[in-house]
């Protein structure tokens, strides 16, 4: 299968135009000894964060004698890239967007998996 890890790295570079760039890596795994990245330009974006309950939203219901709270999933949307590691020296690594649809549909669906049922990944 695959390795996942979370993680809470931003890197920066510049893209082919010369541009500043900063990413945030949301997670990395490791499909058939290819290494993917699952990252945001949202540098504050924050998984665990987003996730959370919304005190403010929160709902009840009285059923069965008792007042309960309903918890209804919260929905974050939040634009990503999944890129690939393509290189490696003493100092950099080489990523590049993963372009093949079928490829990038592939590493999706190990993604949305691996990080919970309830992420839907839409290209």
């Not at 939040?78 to 290189?87: A, F, L, P, Q, R």
Request: aromatic share 8%; glycine share 4%.
């Amino acid at each position: 299968m695959a390795d996942y890890e979370e993680m809470d790295d931003i890197i920066e570079f510049q893209d082919e135009d010369g541009e500043d760039v900063r990413l945030k890596i949301i997670a990395q795994t490791t499909i058939n000894g290819d290494d993917y990245f699952l990252m945001t330009e949202n540098v504050d974006f924050d998984v665990e964060s987003e996730l959370e309950d919304d005190e403010e939203n929160m709902k009840f219901i009285y059923k069965d004698g008792e007042v309960q709270r309903v918890d209804e999933p919260k929905e974050v949307e939040v634009e990503c890239i999944i890129m690939k590691k393509t290189g490696e020296d003493e100092e950099d690594i080489t990523l590049e967007s993963v372009d093949d649809e079928d490829e990038l549909e592939a590493v999706s669906q190990i993604f949305a998996q691996l990080m919970s049922d309830d992420v839907d990944f839409e290209s």
